[in-house]
């Protein structure tokens, strides 16, 4: 997922320009996300929708001018001389972009609607003047294919706007006064008195599809009172936690992120850059085991929740379907994820076009140890059905087969003899004997002693700190996860000294990084890793130290933007995210790092 795609600022070998009128970018950290668990969309400070895939997660996209594409859904003050500010309500992925301009303070409430159906989107914008009087400009310019296809006239019948292309029909409520755009679309400014509230609806529906059943058709009352309640009904996760807040908001961006088939995305984007110009640049729309397994260990480490259900239930049926030849990427439906290919777009600035990934062609070993963990967690909380059994002993013949074989790792780099891979499939065989015990435990942790035994002959450096791989005596911050989980024991001397050795020599300014490419400073080479920055959080609470702990926490919880999303990766120079948006398992590792962060120092918790 994270490194083998090649990224480049042309299409064809030609430069691609921007689309005429799409609107300037802003920096990541600015964009707010929305999302329905088969979708999602995010929404800049001036209310622009610049990116939106449908109907589902990595089909084309209808806006793309997060990518400099076309297609756009702007609501804004009509006045240019504004500020702005906005917020998610509580627990939710309801959210509301908020505009003080020279004579009024307006609102606009935004929101994929929920329960969500995989061939309709519906998205809500709901416009509120908190005080005067707004004049707000509203236009709209689907593009259907990453605007390859061409969309018909949109035409008006009892207020609504009707327009179709090969694969969409739209209709749009809420201004039939609307006019073509100069650009195309249709534009509108409508004057809004203190305390008024006007609703857009827009609705997305496959054409090669079943057509919807029930729902609220362009009722905008019904689908909010609709969202608002699934949001209400959602299982808390998060609560008693602190900050409870942040949890709470992980919690709702991983449920957004996670289709109804269980499958849950890695991110809802592709192409954003981690580096400027230094083509690492992929498309996250697809499903990674070890990002969903990372989403269902954080939920059980605070309780039973359905996330962990979504989780068990996606891996089991990947693992049964694919046994020793399980990808470790799947579309959410469990499809193949397809090759590589160019959108024809110019990019987000220093980024590429890329949809599709080379990675999910990849042996990562790590992938068999981390669903072997998920499938523990289960077990612990009496949610590992006979299926879910079956996958892991076909999960445990798979690492007996092929776990001295040289793999892609967590970083999906070269194949090599990776440290971090062995020690997780240690950590999930362990796991797994001690919630299911029975005739297999003995066989399973016969099997974790051997590898680690075999591990640390190769791997375990001569200060009796773990080095990178088996030919790399580094240090690598991915080996915290395992030793966080407590993989090797609870007196692992070892962990001890990995952390320090991690502390020591792959941190700057209270963040972590992965590890050195090269000679130069940390941070040249790419940002601080964020995922690492909260494991390293519940390694050092782990060792007795919740000071030092809290701190990582905090200072990695602070790498977001306005609306407290996370990218995989923070540039700690120039304060920005970088890579894709919002990072599906760092939501996960802040929510498992609070919940351990909860627990005793140094004690066993629930691991």
Not at 51 to 62: N, Q, T
Not at 73 to 92: I, L, M, S
Not at 266 to 294: G, K
Request: hydrophobic share 40%; net charge negative; glycine share 12%.
């Amino acid at each position: 997922m994270r490194r083998l795609a090649r990224g480049a600022r042309t299409a064809g070998g030609a430069a691609v320009e921007p689309f005429p009128g799409a609107p300037a970018p802003w920096a990541l950290r600015d964009y707010a996300f929305l999302g329905d668990g088969e979708r999602g969309a995010l929404v800049s400070p001036r209310g622009e929708i610049v990116w939106l895939c449908a109907p589902g997660w990595a089909d084309e996209a209808v806006f793309s001018a997060l990518l400099g594409g076309p297609g756009v859904w702007t609501v804004r003050p009509a006045d240019d001389w504004h500020v702005w500010g906005g917020y998610y309500e509580d627990g939710t992925l309801v959210h509301v972009s908020r505009w003080v301009t020279t004579h009024a303070i307006v609102e606009c409430r935004e929101a994929l609607a929920v329960p969500a159906d995989p061939a309709r989107v519906v998205l809500l914008r709901r416009l509120r003047v908190v005080e005067g009087e707004a004049r707000m400009r509203v236009e709209l310019d689907p593009r259907p294919g990453f605007g390859r296809e061409a969309l018909s006239v949109p035409r008006l019948e009892g207020g609504v706007w009707h327009a179709r292309s090969e694969s969409l029909a739209v209709r749009w409520s809420g201004l039939p006064e609307a006019r073509p755009g100069p650009g195309g679309g249709l534009c509108a400014e409508r004057v809004l008195a203190r305390g008024e509230e006007h609703d857009l609806v827009l609705e997305l529906t496959a054409r090669n599809r079943p057509a919807p059943g029930g729902g609220h058709g362009l009722d905008a009352a019904g689908w909010w009172a609709a969202t608002e309640r699934w949001w209400r009904d959602r299982a808390p996760c998060g609560t008693g936690l602190t900050p409870a807040g942040a949890a709470r908001h992980a919690c709702a961006v991983l449920t957004g992120l996670t289709a109804a088939g269980g499958g849950m995305v890695a991110a809802a984007t592709t192409s954003l850059p981690e580096r400027a110009y230094a083509q690492r640049n992929y498309d996250y729309r697809y499903v990674w085991l070890r990002d969903q397994a990372y989403a269902g260990l954080a939920v059980a480490a605070h309780g039973p929740h359905p996330l962990l259900d979504d989780a068990v239930r996606f891996a089991t049926a990947r693992v049964l379907d694919d046994g020793e030849a399980l990808r470790p990427a799947y579309t959410t439906d469990g499809g193949e994820v397809p090759d590589e290919r160019h959108l024809g777009l110019p990019g987000y600035p220093g980024g590429g076009d890329e949809a599709g990934n080379k990675a999910a062609r990849q042996f990562q070993l790590d992938t068999f140890g981390e669903v072997l963990q998920l499938l523990a967690a289960a077990a612990r909380h009496d949610r590992l059905d006979e299926d879910a059994l079956r996958a892991a002993e076909v999960a445990v013949a798979s690492v007996e087969r092929y776990w001295q074989r040289p793999d892609a790792g967590l970083w999906e780099l070269e194949e090599r003899w990776w440290t971090h891979s062995r020690l997780s499939v240690v950590t999930g065989l362990r796991a797994l004997a001690r919630e299911v015990p029975g005739p297999a435990a003995g066989r399973w942790e016969e099997l974790a002693t051997t590898i680690l035994r075999e591990t640390s002959r190769r791997c375990l450096r001569t200060d009796g700190a773990w080095g990178r791989a088996a030919d790399d005596a580094g240090p690598d911050a991915s080996v915290l996860a395992p030793l966080a989980r407590r993989g090797l024991g609870e007196d692992d001397p070892g962990a001890r000294r990995t952390r320090r050795l991690i502390e020591r020599e792959l941190t700057r300014d209270g963040f972590v990084y992965r590890f050195r490419h090269d000679a130069r400073p940390l941070g040249e080479a790419e940002g601080a890793f964020l995922l690492c920055g909260f494991t390293m959080a519940l390694a050092t609470h782990r060792e007795g130290l919740p000071v030092a702990a809290a701190r990582w926490f905090e200072r990695t919880r602070s790498a977001h933007g306005p609306p407290g999303l996370f990218a995989e990766e923070y540039d700690v120079g120039q304060r920005q995210l970088r890579g894709n948006l919002p990072q599906a398992f760092v939501h996960a590792a802040l929510l498992e790092s609070a919940a351990g962060l909860a627990e005793p120092p140094g004690g066993a918790g629930t691991r």
